[in-house]
């Protein structure tokens, strides 16, 4: 938001009233300065990072990509891959592959029941907004947890564009995550 009232200051925009200012945006899109580096793609919304000289999970917040095929492990029962896991597991790797320099920026809650890392994930390089470009493009539902609620407008409104476009997941599965 911060980025389209500048763009109104500026005149960039022309006539901007309220309602466009209050608009969801992404932020700009400009390099940013990393502080992870990918090292793993584990499925579409988790990553492994090295942080410091340290692996750590992250988990992509504000989102949910259908899950992949697991095997079962102990008492865990194994599962089949939800529709259009294996295309957004794909996607993410396409985004953010293995040597990626990322920047993370937390919400309120820094990790999750499983000790992962909840981070909102941005490429390095030129700033694309990867939990975005997940929904956006149609390879993830939006997903927000209280409190870490930042960017629900945002994600919620990616969603909605995504499916009347039939993008993705919205045209290749009869009922999506998160729906």
């Known amino acids: 938001m911060r980025f389209v009232l500048l763009l109104c200051v500026a005149g ?55 899950e992949i095929a697991h095997a079962s492990s102990g008492d865990r029962p194994g599962n089949d891959a939800e529709c259009f896991a294996d295309d957004a597991h794909e996607f993410t790797r396409s ?4 040597g990626t320099p990322v920047r993370l920026e937390r919400d309120t809650v820094g990790r999750d029941d499983y000790g992962r890392l909840l981070a909102y994930v941005y490429r390095a390089d030129d700033g694309v907004f990867v939990n975005y470009e997940l929904v956006r493009q149609g390879y993830a539902t939006p997903l927000s947890i209280a409190p870490n609620t930042t960017f629900a407008d945002l994600m919620v409104d990616a969603a909605r564009r995504a499916e009347q476009d039939g993008a993705g997941l919205w045209s290749a599965c009869a009922a999506p995550s998160g729906r």
């Open 95 to 98: 985004l953010i592959d293995v």
């Open 12 to 66: 960039v925009l022309g006539a901007c009233d309220s309602d466009d200012a209050a608009a969801p945006t992404t932020p700009p899109r400009t390099a940013l300065e990393a502080n992870a580096v990918v090292d793993r793609i584990v499925d579409g919304d988790t990553v492994d990072v090295i942080i410091d000289g340290t692996e750590d999970r992250v988990r992509l917040i504000g989102i949910d990509t259908p």
